[in-house]
């Protein structure tokens, strides 16, 4: 359901960034454990529960939309369209993940490189992998906010 009020939207957007904070430092830390691949299957694993949490959060997961009566349906493909957003309203997959770890793809190679470093590189890894989280969790949680602030202000 969507949010009714713009308070209710902004407490929404602070547990979302709190959600997203704790996914970040566990990304972190998983990039921490010596196992090649390992934080990548997690950092995947955690955003595969992390986006859809955030959009049904938001009111905004593709059964929600569904039940939407038709012009507020409307209005938020619409709004998702224009958005350009990867994510909402969609069902989420491994492979749009991937994809999405690819725009990412630098920080990720550095991340992977690096990690074999005695010490630094571990750290530096921690670093890469916690920014990349992050970015990926707290942009998918603006779009979401967004498009949910713009339906109250279209839809009233």
């Not at 929600?64 to 350009?84: C, E, S």
């Not at 990720?108 to 750290?123: D, E, H, L, M």
């Amino acid at each position: 359901m969507l949010p009714k009020t713009l308070e209710e939207l902004d407490h929404i957007r602070k547990d979302c960034y709190c959600m997203v904070a704790v996914r970040a430092v566990v990304s972190g830390s998983a990039s921490l454990i010596p196992i090649p691949g390992t934080d990548i299957a997690a950092d995947v694993g955690m955003l595969l529960q992390l986006i859809p949490a955030i959009s049904k959060r938001f009111g905004l997961d593709k059964e929600q939309i569904n039940q939407f009566d038709p012009h507020t349906k409307a209005l938020v493909l619409r709004l998702i369209q224009a958005a350009g957003s990867r994510f909402i309203g969609k069902l989420v997959t491994e492979q749009v993940i991937l994809q999405i770890l690819k725009k990412v793809g630098l920080r990720y190679t550095t991340k992977q490189i690096v990690k074999y470093i005695p010490f630094v590189g571990q750290a530096t890894s921690a670093v890469v992998g916690f920014s990349a989280m992050w970015y990926v969790g707290n942009s998918h949680v603006e779009d979401c906010y967004e498009i949910a602030r713009r339906v109250l202000e279209e839809g009233s």
